[in-house]
């Protein structure tokens, strides 16, 4: 199993540009996760998903679209990139487990995304 | 002053010694989760848990509920534990309507041989 893959590794957008970000999962998750890391201020949740065809907004939502048409699959979309979205973004999946909690088993943690925006 | 508050924010010790790495939180929560990331950048979830004590090798997790307070015991610490451990909270209602996820800013770790 490859287990969480993220593409690209590497990215680099003038301001405006926009593009979508890839992350891919084998394990028959039905949670997927977006989170952006950055110096200083931790992970933060961008967008997050409970199952095929749902999405819902985490703590820095604003400047990103996010869709999962197939289980295996949730992307990450900057429609007009901005300087602040320079960041190390990290994608992750997970069981579920039981209840209602946001996160209910151990994450899988896909290798990050370095993105630079100009 | 932030929801989640790791301490310290680094730690160096040397190999075999006993490492705890602390996180107080100030909302209720329903879990929290304690992450590690790799020098790399890799990261990967060590525990998740909402009441007791957690064991897994030589990493030991606790939680009180009562006083909003995680531990995290590393016992015979090796060079290979050298990573930043991150605590995170599920608790309480974002702004946009949904379960929150607030996490610490981490602690440094490094083992010295």
């Known amino acids: 199993n490859a287990g969480v893959t993220q593409t690209p590794k590497f990215r680099v957008l003038k301001t405006g540009q926009s593009m979508t970000l890839l992350c891919a999962q084998d394990?028959?998750?039905?949670?997927m996760y977006w989170y952006r890391q950055d110096p200083g201020m931790g992970l933060r949740l961008i967008h997050y998903?409970?199952?095929?065809?749902?999405?819902a907004k985490g703590e820095v939502p604003d400047g990103y679209n996010v869709s999962r048409l197939k289980k295996q699959n949730f992307l990450l979309g900057l429609e007009s990139a901005a300087p602040s979205q320079t960041s190390v973004y990290f994608c992750?999946?997970?069981?579920?487990?039981?209840?209602?909690?946001?996160?209910?088993?151990?994450?899988?943690f896909g290798p990050g995304t370095r993105l630079t925006v100009l | 002053k932030n929801e989640v508050e790791q301490s310290p924010q680094n730690l160096t010790a040397q190999e075999g010694e006993f490492i705890t790495i602390n996180c107080s939180y100030s909302?209720?929560?329903?879990?929290l989760h304690w992450l590690q990331q790799h020098p790399g950048g890799g990261i990967v979830s060590l525990f998740m848990?909402?009441?007791g004590k957690k064991k897994h090798g030589r990493l030991i997790a606790t939680i009180n509920i009562q006083e909003k307070h995680s531990s995290l015991h590393i016992t015979a610490s090796h060079p290979r534990d050298s990573a930043v451990y991150i605590c995170?909270?599920?608790?309480?209602?974002?702004?946009?309507?949904?379960?929150?996820?607030?996490f610490g800013t981490g602690t440094r770790l490094t083992i010295i041989p």
């Open positions: 992750a999946s997970s069981r579920r487990d039981r209840g209602p909690l946001l996160i209910t088993d151990t994450q899988y």
């Open positions: 394990m028959n998750h039905e949670y």
């Open positions: 998903s409970v199952g095929e065809g749902t999405t």
């Open positions: 909302v209720g929560i329903s879990a």
């Open positions: 848990l909402s009441s």
């Open positions: 995170a909270v599920i608790g309480g209602i974002s702004n946009f309507g949904n379960e929150k996820l607030t």
